[in-house]
């Protein structure tokens, strides 16, 4: 297998674009009036966005990128700062049976983007107060 694809339903196609490119840190691939992809090879990503007259809530939990230490994650939560978004941060947090270093992106039709690192492996999903995998 090369590439796992995604494809998720959009409002508004240019701040998708907009939003996606600075997320991914590359131009889309492909663009058309209702459609735009793009095509990562690390992590192997083919992403589509396809135009529809309205996205009811968010169909999905959440999407996320698993990164090998903190640094990528703190370097990643600056570069996307550094493009104007709100990061939400989770340091050292336990969730989905984990220790987890995290932040949060929103994209403009609600949809949750993490970028994370797992420090270890936990015999509990969450800790009692503590929000996991959700907005």
Not at 93 to 102: E, I, L, N, R
């Amino acid at each position: 297998m090369k590439y796992v694809h995604v494809g998720i339903n959009v409002t508004d196609l240019e701040r998708s674009i907009d939003f996606y490119q600075k997320v991914f840190g590359m131009k889309a691939v492909k663009t058309k009036a209702d459609y735009a992809k793009f095509l990562l090879e690390e992590p192997g990503l083919n992403f589509t966005l396809n135009v529809k007259g309205e996205v009811l809530g968010n169909q999905v939990n959440h999407f996320g990128f698993q990164v090998n230490n903190v640094e990528e994650v703190l370097t990643h939560k600056e570069r996307l700062e550094k493009e104007g978004f709100f990061a939400r941060d989770e340091m050292n947090t336990t969730c989905c049976y984990a220790v987890q270093d995290k932040f949060w992106v929103t994209d403009p039709d609600g949809n949750e983007w993490e970028f994370f690192y797992t420090k270890e492996d936990s015999d509990i999903e969450q800790v009692d107060g503590e929000t996991c995998c959700v907005g």
